[in-house]
T-cell receptor
């Protein structure tokens, strides 16, 4: 049973526009959420995180929104750039930091077209 | 910055071979993980370790084993490689705010 779901396998966006990547989770015990970005032939790199005590976290062009009642989070990239083209993984944990195992979604492949 | 190093970027092995994938981290972290990534299946946890000589099964441990003799090194072992183990293998070390991943090993079993 998938606890973290990314229902869109792919997304295509024009350069300069907003990219919105979505993620749903089923386990109400999750209290920490992360987004990773992965280029081909490289390991995933941490992008941004959010704790369940917040509903928004922003870092430059990247903003993550958390709706706990809907068990939904989203990653907004504004403005999108061609270098943002990658696979984005949503991940969730029952505890922030090193003791909680991360559960990953299947990923969404973002293509930003010039 | 935490560095997680996987010894090989690309490997080609024959069916039935015993395969060792090595991972080293340089930040004295207790927790280390092995994932495999396959198209459409995302990242799936194979094994993890909370300390030296400790190991826990992840979601897909069948056909794999691990070794953690030293804190900085976590090895994934394919006892008898099969073609369905062709995949990208990713090692991670636990650090705040999240995991740090190695660059991955693309293993092809022929």
């Amino acid at each position: 049973d998938q606890q973290v779901k990314q229902n869109s396998p792919s997304l295509s966006v024009q350069e300069g526009r907003i990219s919105i990547l979505n993620c749903d989770y089923t386990n109400s015990m999750f209290d920490y959420f992360l987004w990773y970005k992965k280029y081909p032939a490289e390991g995933p790199t941490f992008l941004i995180s959010i704790s369940s005590i917040k509903d928004k976290n922003e870092d430059g062009r990247f903003t993550v929104f958390l709706n706990k009642s809907a068990k939904h989070l989203s990653l907004h990239i504004v403005p999108s750039q061609p270098g943002d083209s990658a696979v984005y993984f949503c991940a969730a944990s029952k505890s922030r930091g090193s003791q909680g195992n991360l559960i990953f979604g299947k990923g969404t492949k973002l293509s930003v077209k010039p | 910055d935490v560095k997680v190093t996987q010894s090989s970027r690309y490997l080609v092995k024959r069916t039935g071979e015993k395969v060792f994938l090595e991972c080293v981290q340089d930040m004295d972290h207790e927790n280390m993980f092995w994932y495999r990534q396959d198209p459409g299946l995302g990242l799936r946890l194979i094994y993890f370790s909370y300390d030296v000589k400790m190991k826990e099964k992840g979601d897909i441990p069948e056909g794999y084993s691990v070794s953690r003799e030293k804190k900085e090194r976590f090895s994934l072992i394919l006892e008898s490689a099969s073609t369905n183990q062709t995949s990208m293998y990713l090692c991670a070390s636990s650090s705040l705010p999240g995991y740090t991943f190695g660059s991955g090993t693309r293993l092809t079993v022929v």
